[in-house]
């Protein structure tokens, strides 16, 4: 997977702070058909959480650069604003990409489901099946050369094995064209401080992977 002297250039400008480039007719084509999708995940009913959410939090970020992460469900904050990872753990993930020299800006974030779980419990099986398609859509769109999955059910939909994140963290998968950086979840690390050099290696790891194609 190796990259054209415009990507690197690209991926440089757009995750670390530079200038942004003037997008390609290619990068209008893939906002629109973001647009299309989330305007049709917006009317979702396919499972209960329909009934209990503020609002659907479909993804955001820049959908050009091909660095996708991918989270686990929305909390209150993000049920509320319809945004993902706007609460604790969403600016501890921002302070750790920061160290990492990832730009919030230069990334595209979800959640494996895009609905809130009342109480903030697990996703369950039948929420993830229904709600996998639309991952399945917006990955097919992006065309992310890497894919970080944060925590056990980001890394159970994009793996399709139940593995054990501690163990298997920092282990690159493939998901299609796409390699799946496996990681902790940024909820973890607020539980588990000693735990945020590994989300920062991990995402390091990632980083490098974008950039060789490779680990």
């Known amino acids: 997977m190796s990259l054209s002297a415009y990507d690197v250039i690209f991926y440089l400008k757009e995750l670390t702070g530079e200038k942004i480039l003037i997008l390609e007719r290619t990068g209008l084509k893939v906002t629109e058909a973001l647009e299309r999708l989330e305007r049709f995940v917006s009317k979702c009913k396919k499972c209960p959480l329909s009934k209990t959410r503020t609002n659907v939090v479909f993804g955001s970020g820049n959908p050009l650069t091909g660095f996708l992460i991918v989270g ?104 299609g064209n796409s390699k799946v950086v496996i990681t902790i979840h940024p909820s973890r690390v607020l539980k588990n401080p000693e735990e945020e050099e590994n989300l920062y290696n991990d995402l390091v790891l990632a980083k490098k992977v974008y950039l060789s194609g490779h680990p």
């Open 72 to 175: 686990e469900a929305p909390g209150q904050e993000e049920d509320k604003r319809g945004l993902p990872f706007v609460g604790r753990a969403g600016k501890k993930l921002d302070e750790i990409m920061r160290r990492a020299g990832i730009r919030r800006e230069g990334v595209y974030i979800t959640n494996t489901i895009k609905c809130r779980p009342p109480m903030n419990r697990d996703p369950e099986e039948n929420e993830l099946k229904s709600c996998f398609p639309y991952l399945e859509k917006q990955i097919e769109i992006l065309k992310p050369r890497v894919i970080v999955a944060l925590g056990r059910y980001a890394s159970y939909v994009l793996t399709g094995k139940k593995i054990s994140v501690k163990r298997e963290r920092g282990i690159v998968y493939e998901y």
